[in-house]
């Protein structure tokens, strides 16, 4: 795409056809940093978070604004992101031969101390949401943004050596002959190829069902209570992890509406975990402060790099 506008992005977005592999998000997020660098729209720092800013388009997109975009992870410049997206590849190559061992290496570990995994997928997935924000009507866009990160986790699954893919399981419900309760999972991995050997047999002993949203801003409470049903009607324990971007939003501070607030809601956290069961992971891209420094909440939290590079690895054994 040579000197995209800001339309063409828009019908990238929406294009169902597209973003079959990691060169397409690429491609789409390189776009996207390059006009920004073109085009030079309105950028806001946050008077109360100075690390979150804001896009402002132009008139054409009657001055819309971007979501809150964390610049401790979100790399603004388009050769810059090429680049360390050519580090991540090469690491993540890296990871499907050494696996879990990769940490054991002196550039493994000096690797993901530079945070770059989690700078990428935030850098490609957020720049897809910002195009979003652009539309007229926000709906237009908001569930193909929320698919388009799941399908980049899964992607990023895949390319490390994993089996990774969405399914649709019909669980019938004990007593009740005939009565079946549907589920979605988002991504269903494993280390090697699991096969059903029968009809009742959904989920392999080998995998492990993952929820992967872009924030759990009201869907918390559904992923806990997902695990607690599998576990109940399948009568065993069902390995689930959750996989989130962020749990951010714009909202008005003071004099301005520039202001960021948590929607991590972790009395409701805490309470899913003593009432229903602890999921088997919980990763965040972009995570909270209060995650990393809450005892309770770090020792259940980590960030999707952690998932990638050891927990992912430790729970297929």
């Not at 061992?101 to 720049?127: A, E, W």
């Amino acid at each position: 795409m040579i000197d995209p506008i800001l339309a063409d992005l828009q019908a990238s977005v929406q294009d169902r056809l597209a973003f079959n592999s990691l060169a397409d998000y690429v491609t789409l997020c390189s776009s996207f940093l390059a006009l920004l660098e073109r085009t030079r729209p309105t950028r806001i720092v946050s008077p109360t978070h100075p690390n979150y800013i804001f896009y402002q388009y132009d008139e054409t997109h009657s001055h819309r604004i971007t979501r809150p975009l964390n610049t401790h992870l979100f790399i603004e410049n388009e050769q810059s992101f090429l680049a360390e997206f050519e580090r991540c590849a090469g690491f993540l190559d890296d990871l499907k031969i050494y696996q879990e061992h990769i940490l054991d290496r002196p550039d493994g570990k000096q690797f993901m101390q530079s945070n770059t995994i989690n700078k990428i997928v935030y850098t490609m997935q957020q720049s897809i949401g910002s195009i979003g924000d652009s539309f007229q009507n926000p709906n237009q866009s908001r569930k193909r943004i929320g698919q388009l990160f799941e399908h980049l986790i899964r992607l990023i699954i895949q390319r490390v050596g994993f089996e990774c893919q969405s399914r649709t399981i019909n669980i019938p419900i004990p007593d009740y002959a005939g009565y079946h309760m549907s589920y979605e999972l988002d991504v269903v991995f494993s280390r090697n190829k699991a096969i059903l050997m029968s009809e009742t047999e959904y989920i392999h002993s080998s995998e492990i069902v993952g929820s992967v949203k872009t924030t759990s801003k009201d869907r918390l409470d559904k992923i806990f209570i997902d695990k607690y049903l599998l576990n109940k009607l399948l009568g065993r324990n069902i390995p689930v992890v959750a996989i989130f971007l962020h749990d951010v939003q714009r909202a008005q501070r003071g004099n301005s509406i520039f202001g960021i607030n948590s929607t991590f809601k972790s009395n409701h956290f805490l309470g899913y975990t003593v009432a229903l069961n602890k999921l088997d992971g919980i990763y965040y891209v972009d995570p909270r402060p209060e995650m990393l420094v809450n005892e309770r909440l770090r020792e259940q939290i980590a960030d999707f790099q952690q998932f990638l590079v050891r927990d992912m690895w430790v729970m297929s054994e």
